[in-house]
């Protein structure tokens, strides 16, 4: 059986030296004390439930950006860790290096590649946040 409210409050008075009331019941300031103690033990709990979920969601908002970057970086476009190692399979492949005009050019098409996407990104995030979409 579960205890609530004046039940609990009678057992805690029990306690007491006083045992609350003359007919033994806690009188109206030991039941408001009793009450007040109790909320505030709840409102700690709510607290601390909140700082922990608040925790988690951070958490995981971090690892999901994280694991973004780590996905984008793999893209094979030059100035990415993805391209280099692209280049570096075909330089294997073929067994000597690729010249360097060609890198320089390659790395600007991919530069630009890399600038579109993130444009396109930001003209999503822009358009949803404005009610576009």
Do not use: C
């Amino acid at each position: 059986m579960r205890r609530t409210g004046h039940h609990q409050l009678s057992f805690v008075l029990a306690d007491s030296p006083d045992g609350g009331g003359s007919d033994g019941l806690p009188d109206a300031s030991e039941r408001r004390a009793f009450l007040l103690q109790r909320a505030k033990r709840k409102r700690s709990a709510r607290t601390v439930a909140w700082a922990a979920d608040t925790s988690r969601l951070l958490e995981d908002v971090a690892s999901e950006a994280n694991l973004a970057l780590a996905l984008l970086n793999l893209l094979p476009l030059l100035p990415l860790d993805g391209g280099h190692i692209a280049f570096s399979l075909v330089e294997g492949i073929r067994g000597r290096a690729i010249g360097r005009h060609v890198y320089e050019r390659v790395s600007v098409v991919g530069f630009a590649l890399v600038l579109m996407l993130f444009f396109i990104g930001l003209s999503n995030d822009v358009g949803r946040i404005g009610g576009g979409g």
